[in-house]
């Protein structure tokens, strides 16, 4: 089989300055003074990857041995990748392919003609990459500006042209009826006993809809937390700051009737609507639709759903996170009766009925077993446990970290404290005492493990007799079992227990 020529020629946006497929195709035809050839075009795709259908055309047929050359008017055509690249050159050599650049003149059939290849290809993709920085650096900056950067925008508002800065750009502008709902969601959501789905009921039954569909919960969730409709006032400047949000603007530009815009932050990775820090916050030329109080509370509400709380600790049983379903491994729960009485039930047969269960377990009967067993278990072996001192332990390293970001926070909260009013008072003060509690929490946990010796005398103290048992704290028979027992199994009819000594 003849194999023919290709010319590929590639054109990402098209632009006054840039050169046209139709010019790229005549610059390669003179190469081939005359010959025949086979043009492989894509238009409107970037050369950031191999993504392209007539490139990957192209691919297939050097793959099935049809193409002998391949002509493009510059390297940058065919890839800006480095690997990319790479790899075609490394294709192109196995199927003994020809590769020419028409404007830059290489022989792939020298080595001195692959290293300048190489050389160019690093150049390529380093204008790719400066490319991006330059977008990526003008998007922030004009973000900083206050100005609109694109997407559809929120439901309530439709956009219109202005000048901004001497710039035509466009703001937000409000719909009447897109924003007497939006004003109809704000107040019913600050009541404390509405939800999202009293919301969505609400408008589905007045035959509301919202881009033509019926109103869903995560829009909702979306809605209420997105600054873009508060008339931002100092609470609210005092609020981002609170959160650790960047605010680009000065504390007097908080007028009371103007909206904001929040960005994403440029080295930040975590969501903007589940955690605020580090997040770019601008004051936007629209004005807002709700009150600054009216939002606090909302936004305040919403963080009710997703508040920080301190570690969990078992209260009804000292034997939990210990205990395991013997036929699924589920942990056991220790659940309260009418009659006060406490029994343990597996959490997967609680969930969905899945597992057969360990059937009826008396929680206090099963402490006494494993109490017995502790006893017996700690007078077979005599000799020290050989735990030591944890104060260089991971865990503690880790725990010491997390205290001190956890006092950062603190002190962000207390310093956003002056001039907050009532409900933003209310929030950071509650806050700070959840905080606080966690810190404690993770305090006496660093205390506990720089402390954790435990020997069988320490030991005996707590479980020797059982009227030292029932003397000991929560606390305590929670310390014995964790140097004692790994994990308890519970099926129906028999319990296994696997020791650490």
Not at 4 to 12: E, G, K, L, T
Not at 85 to 105: A, D, G, H, I, P
Not at 237 to 242: A, I, T
Request: charged fraction near 30%; proline fraction near 3%.
């Amino acid at each position: 089989m003849e194999r023919i020529n290709a010319i590929y020629a590639r054109q990402s946006v098209d632009k006054p300055d840039s050169i046209s497929i139709e010019s790229q195709i005549e610059f390669c035809k003179y190469e081939l003074k005359g010959g025949s050839f086979k043009e492989y075009k894509d238009k409107g795709y970037s050369g950031k990857n191999t993504v392209r259908p007539q490139l990957q055309q192209l691919l297939s047929d050097i793959r099935k041995g049809e193409i002998s050359k391949v002509i493009v008017y510059k390297l940058d055509r065919i890839s800006r990748s480095i690997l990319d690249f790479s790899n075609m050159m490394e294709l192109f050599q196995e199927y003994q392919v020809e590769f020419v650049s028409s404007t830059e003149k290489f022989d792939t059939s020298t080595p001195m003609g692959r290293a300048m290849l190489n050389i160019c290809i690093v150049f390529a993709q380093l204008e790719r990459e400066t490319i991006q920085k330059r977008v990526s650096d003008s998007y922030y900056s004009r973000s900083q500006k206050g100005f609109r950067m694109g997407g559809r925008p929120p439901y309530g508002f439709e956009l219109e042209e202005i000048i901004l800065q001497g710039i035509h750009t466009k703001r937000l502008a409000q719909v009447p009826e897109q924003a007497a709902h939006v004003r109809k969601i704000f107040e019913m959501y600050e009541k404390p006993e509405t939800s999202y789905g009293d919301i969505t009921r609400y408008f589905s039954e007045q035959g509301i809809r919202f881009y033509g569909k019926d109103l869903i919960r995560p829009m909702v969730a979306q809605l209420l937390r997105n600054p873009v409709y508060v008339r931002a006032d100092k609470e609210i400047y005092r609020f981002f700051k609170s959160q650790g949000t960047v605010i680009v603007n000065e504390e007097e530009d908080f007028d009371g009737i103007h909206g904001c815009y929040l960005y994403q932050g440029r080295d930040v990775k975590e969501d903007k609507n589940k955690n605020l820090k580090g997040h770019m916050l601008v004051v936007a030329p629209h004005e807002g639709l709700i009150s600054a109080e009216q939002w606090l509370n909302c936004r305040i509400k919403l963080f009710g759903n997703y508040t920080i709380k301190a570690n969990r600790r078992a209260v009804n049983t000292w034997l939990a996170g210990k205990i395991k379903c013997g036929h699924c491994g589920y942990a056991l729960m220790s659940i309260k009766s009418r009659s006060g009485r406490q029994y343990l039930r597996c959490t997967k047969r609680l969930n969905n009925k899945s597992c057969a269960g360990c059937g009826k377990l008396y929680t206090a009967d099963i402490e006494l077993y494993v109490y017995l067993q502790m006893i017996k278990k700690l007078r077979e072996f005599q000799t020290p446990l050989g735990y030591t001192k944890m104060n260089v332990h991971p865990r503690v390293k880790q725990l010491t970290v997390e205290v001190e970001e956890l006092e950062k926070e603190i002190i962000c909260l207390v310093d956003s404290l002056t001039g907050a009013g009532e409900t933003l008072s209310n929030y950071i003060n509650k806050k700070v005492e959840e905080i606080d509690q966690i810190r404690q929490d993770k305090m006496n946990e660093i205390i506990t493990l720089a402390n954790s010796v435990a020997t069988p005398a320490q030991l005996e103290r707590i479980v020797a007799n059982l009227t030292n048992w029932e003397k000991a704290s929560f606390q305590e028979k929670q310390f014995a079992l964790d140097k004692l027992v790994g994990f308890i199994k519970i099926r129906k009819g028999s319990i296994e227990i696997t020791w650490k000594i």
